[in-house]
């Protein structure tokens, strides 16, 4: 059975994939636009599952006080990075560097979630904890996806 560590990594693999094409793809495309998009979506229907079924949870034992906080600041950030990009994609030099930042804050949240996060996490749930919060990730990751890609729809 599956584990909420192996469901996160597979959207966190889609994460750095994305980033790895939003940095190297070119402005004012629709590829680009696309991709952008995609991220977007990605990074918005992760972020609300992950903190509804990690980091909520490990919120509740003070051990997982602290990282957890740090975790949600770090999904702060990320957002206002996407934000920022958004504003940008008229200005193909603006769009370059707030691509680059985003992409650096995503990499960077992701190494310290799976390096640090998990490990502190992984102490505080059981096993069956673990398995039972990726079954309720997964269905809500992909939920999050079709709201979030609806949405987009809807501004055009």
Known sequence: MEN???ALRESHELQRKLCRQLTRIKPGTSRAVEVFRA???ELAAHAAAEERYLYAPILMDDRGLDSSRHALAEHHDIDECVEDLGKAKEHAENWVEHAKKLSSEVHHHL????????QVSGKILSDA???TLATKYRR???RMRKVLAEGAR???
């Open 4 to 6: 909420i560590y192996e």
């Open 39 to 41: 991220l977007r979506i």
């Open 111 to 118: 190494r310290e979630e799976e390096r640090k996060f998990f």
């Open 129 to 131: 904890q673990k398995n």
């Open 140 to 142: 809500d990751l992909v």
């Open 154 to 156: 809807g501004k055009g």
